[in-house]
């Protein structure tokens, strides 16, 4: 995976816009670009609401964070799993049905971990 730079498109909801951006030849809805470090971070919002399993380990690998991303995760999700939100598994870390419940509150927490690493001093380009 590139981590250089990521997009994100939305789609344009309201009928008549989108007809209109569709008979015109442009796109419909809205672009974003984002950097390497949100790209991470978006990836990590995901890691607390999927019930296919996440593993930090495979993500500081993608990323080359050279174990220090995984570290940080593995303290993270030992300490949501003490208080009832996200269990191990052979798949991965995945949610509790109370961790759906609290999933903005481990986003937050999680979105602090690659600014308090540095993450681009760990895992350079």
């Known amino acids: 995976a590139d981590y250089s ?3 994100r498109f939305a789609g344009e909801r309201h009928p008549q816009r989108y007809q209109d951006a ?34 930090p380990e495979a993500l500081d690998a993608e ?17 949501f799993s003490r208080q009832g939100w996200l269990q191990p598994t052979k798949a991965g870390w995945i ?16 979105l602090e971990v690659p600014d308090a690493l540095d993450f681009e001093s760990i895992a350079p380009r």
């Open 5 to 7: 730079a990521s997009e």
């Open 22 to 55: 569709a008979l015109s030849g442009t796109p419909a809805g809205q672009r974003e670009s984002y950097g390497r470090l949100d790209s991470l971070k978006d990836r990590l919002l995901t890691a607390v609401r999927t019930r296919l399993g996440f593993v």
């Open 63 to 79: 990323v080359g964070a050279q174990g220090a991303l995984a570290s940080a995760l593995k303290e993270a999700f030992a300490d």
């Open 95 to 110: 949610p509790t049905d109370s961790g759906f419940l609290f999933g903005d509150t481990m986003a937050r927490r999680l």
